[in-house]
């Protein structure tokens, strides 16, 4: 599943980061890349650091050590000086949680709009123009609608999209937080756990969601799942942690054979389709 | 009672448990009895230029009976024994306009108790088998208040409407006017709060700062420059925004419960101070003589203007009246709080007020769509302390006279009762809940002592029944299918999708 692998500069590179709690090493000395166009995938067990790599990404932890780079548009982003709004806002990297955190007070589509925040904030001139009911503001919320339509489309939700998202049920809440990380016309997309609590049809369903994700809009996705049906399905490269430590990296045929990523994550001497089988719980 | 008509009265809903029931009537004694005997039981009386104790133990003893038995009716016509409960209630009713008591204090007492446990019983007879659970309840009154907001298209307009020609109706005299001046100074700054506390969703319980800087800063500017009002509004403002700036730098960083002290804390420093600089602000004798507004500075409501100086009535041709200024006074205030709705139901969509509310309902995932939440909390802090300090400088030239005293923590309370009691974000519901809130005790200012007893009870039955407030429903600032509402959408589904 090698699609064209780029040899230019990665979109995201991370390199020797290291984050701890007082005496807890909770990631250590982690580098990896994830490129535009890809699909990267960090599994591991529980407690190996994952969302913790994805906190210092996205701003929410500061790293201990370490180096994180974005680059795109000819430009380059050093994430860990970087405040967190202004990874998403001008970095361009969007996330979503391990619990769901939606606006769940407000509409669907209103979820959607506030994902275009700073686009909309500066078509209504910081609210001046808009006060003033000025046709730019106009025009742009109406093209800001357009993009929450398509992004609904593409998640099945149009039906529901004046629903108060609170009451959506967990799946569509899910592909919703979803649609609202895209509407914010991320570069990369980081997506803590999406399959978690998602019934099998509801995975496969988000499967197809990331590919068309990666290969309709060209950005690149940072993926973190249990569910390894979806992550051998359609992630192009996968990182494996363990204790904070990166034990494997490499394309889905080769991580799966490598016996560090056995022996530590998928058990010893087991058959392999079984043991992918326990891995999903 | 009969205890065999009890049972049989009970076998249909439930088994009554006695004990449980007695237990928990007699702790409600206990308590009342704990509360009384200080504050009642033991009362000092002047005896020949002497303090002496006077001990009132009866009243004490009657009021932890009737409390005892008004919790026991209470359990018992909860637990299907509405029928005898409100018959003795009926009975005690009746018995207690007639029967001898130590004070009046305890006839009201009893009379009110026997009135609210007759009313619970007629209520548990009425819907003995619906018993609602608390979501279903929710769900109801959120109902209701939907209905409610589809409503206000037209209570709204005509609100207004009645606002606009309320000094021109028969009835309209000067105490009138000045209540609706009141009302709506109040309903202006809980329009304020509104945006702080009910978009954004920070708990600001210093508010009345801001009312105060307006008002001092009306006040000063306009004696030690003489700047007119119309000058002094806007600077007003500008300088109150200025102090919700200074204050929004350094709190925003904290959150809920910290927010919420903090803010009490500069309340109270602002109010400390204008007291404590005495050279600058007159101390506790505040400001005295401030200028009264002129009409757009064009004429003054004087009955002999100065020499060069138009007077109102002249220029109108009018006879003079000391109430021409009370009228525009009125007006000046409508058009103030108007100024706050429209430009609340504007920004709700707009960006900032949809960043507003998301920051409310969640302010991690607001970061990471790239929200700065700094410069919206400090937006948001700005916006309301403006409309503060303009309110306080309407409420300086209205009054000709502030002091400290007006801007207790008291009145920050109470602008922010009139924000959660009308359900945060709705503005129909500020206007309610300040009728209710400032209206009510104004118009029963005679019964003098039970006035703030009855507002007490009335914000803890509106908490029981309405934790969200009265009308805390929402609806959507943008519809993807504009020609059903989107609650009509989701109560036809029955809520759920």
Not at chain 1, 18 to 41: P, Y
Not at chain 1, 81 to 98: C, L, N, P, Y
Not at chain 2, 171 to 180: E, P, Q, S, V
Request: aromatic share 8%.
């Amino acid at each position: 599943m090698n699609r064209n692998p780029d040899d230019g500069e990665p979109l995201l590179a991370v390199d020797h980061l290291s984050m701890r709690f007082g005496g807890l090493v909770a990631v250590n000395d982690v580098s990896f890349a994830a490129r535009d166009r890809q699909i990267t995938a960090i599994i591991g067990p529980n407690g190996a650091g994952k969302t913790t790599v994805f906190n210092c990404l996205t701003g929410f932890y500061a790293p201990s050590v370490g180096r994180l780079t974005v680059s795109h548009s000819g430009q380059r982003w050093w994430l860990e000086r970087m405040e967190a709004h202004r990874i998403a806002g001008a970095a361009r990297v969007a996330r979503t949680f391990q619990n769901v955190r939606l606006f769940g007070g407000m509409s669907v589509l209103e979820n959607l709009i506030v994902a275009q925040h700073i686009k909309l904030m500066r078509a209504s001139g910081f609210t001046l123009a808009g006060l003033l009911g000025l046709p730019v503001y106009r025009r742009a919320e109406r093209a800001a609608v357009e993009l929450a339509r398509y992004w609904l489309d593409r998640v099945g939700l149009v039906d529901v999209a004046d629903w108060q998202a609170g009451n959506l049920p967990y799946g569509a809440q899910r592909r919703l937080e979803i649609a609202r990380a895209m509407c914010s016309e991320p570069r990369l997309l980081c997506l803590d756990e999406p399959a978690a609590g998602l019934n099998p049809r509801e995975s496969a369903d988000l499967s197809q969601l990331l590919t068309f994700i990666r290969d309709h809009h060209r950005i690149g996705v940072l993926l973190i799942e249990h569910d390894m049906s979806v992550v051998m399905a359609i992630s192009d490269h996968l990182v494996v942690l363990d204790y904070g430590r990166k034990i494997s990296e490499g394309p889905p045929a080769v991580v799966r054979h490598d016996p560090a990523v056995i022996r530590a994550y998928l058990g010893e001497d087991e058959d392999e389709s079984e043991s992918e089988d326990r891995a999903d719980g | 009672m009969n205890p065999t008509t009890a049972v049989t009265a009970t076998s249909r809903v439930q088994t009554l448990d006695w004990s449980a029931a007695l237990k928990d009537a007699g702790l409600a004694g206990l308590v009342a009895l704990l509360l009384t005997l200080p504050l009642v039981g033991l009362r000092t009386i002047e005896v020949q230029s002497r303090l002496t104790v006077e001990p009132h133990l009866a009243e004490v003893a009657l009021t932890a009976l009737l409390v005892f038995l008004g919790r026991l009716g209470l359990t018992l016509a909860a637990a299907g024994l509405a029928r005898p409960v409100l018959a003795a209630a009926t009975l005690a009713l009746a018995a207690g306009w007639v029967l001898p008591f130590p004070t009046e204090a305890l006839r009201v007492l009893m009379v009110i108790g026997a009135l609210v446990v007759a009313l619970r019983a007629l209520w548990a007879l009425h819907r003995r088998h619906d018993r609602l659970s608390q979501q279903e309840r929710d769900r109801r009154m959120d109902h209701l208040g939907a209905r409610f907001q589809d409503a206000t298209r037209l209570i709204g307009p005509a609100a207004v409407m009645l606002a606009v020609a309320l000094p021109f109706l028969p009835f309209a005299d000067r105490a009138t006017l000045d209540l609706g001046i009141l009302l709506l100074t109040y309903i202006m700054l809980g329009w304020g709060l509104n945006i702080v506390v009910g978009l954004a969703g920070l708990l600001d319980l210093g508010y009345v700062a801001f009312y105060a800087v307006g008002a001092y800063s009306y006040a000063l500017l306009a004696q030690t420059f003489g700047f007119s009002f119309w000058l002094c509004l806007p600077l007003a403002g500008l300088l109150a925004s200025f102090a919700g700036v200074m204050l929004g730098f350094p709190v925003l960083r904290l959150r809920g419960d910290y927010f919420a002290i903090v803010t009490l804390g500069f309340g109270e420093i602002v109010r400390i101070i204008l007291l404590n600089w005495a050279n600058f602000t007159g101390g506790p004798n505040g400001i005295a003589g401030i200028p009264r507004p002129s009409f757009f500075g064009i004429a003054d409501f004087t009955a002999a203007p100065e020499p060069g100086r138009l007077a109102f009535h002249q220029l109108f041709g009018l006879q003079y009246t000391p109430l021409h200024r009370i009228i525009f006074l009125y007006y000046l205030i409508l058009a103030l709080a108007l100024l706050v709705n429209l430009f609340t139901l504007r920004i709700r969509r707009l960006p900032l007020g949809r960043a507003w509310e998301a920051l409310r309902e969640d302010d991690i995932a607001c970061t990471a769509l790239g929200i700065n939440r700094t410069t919206i909390k400090l937006a948001a802090f700005a916006i309301a302390a403006m409309f503060g300090g303009i309110a306080g400088s309407f409420f300086a030239t209205r009054q000709g006279f502030i002091s400290p005293e007006s801007f207790s923590f008291i009145e920050s309370a109470i602008i922010l009762a009139i924000v959660v009691l009308g359900g945060m974000g709705s503005q129909i519901g500020v206007v309610i809940a300040t009728l209710l809130v400032i209206g009510l005790p104004e118009v029963f200012r005679d019964l003098a002592q039970y006035r703030m007893l009855t507002f007490g009870a009335g914000m803890v039955l509106i908490m029981l029944w309405r934790p969200r407030g009265l009308l805390a429903h929402r609806e959507p600032t943008l519809l993807l299918h504009p020609r059903q509402s989107a609650f009509r959408r989701q109560a036809e589904a029955g809520g759920r999708p």
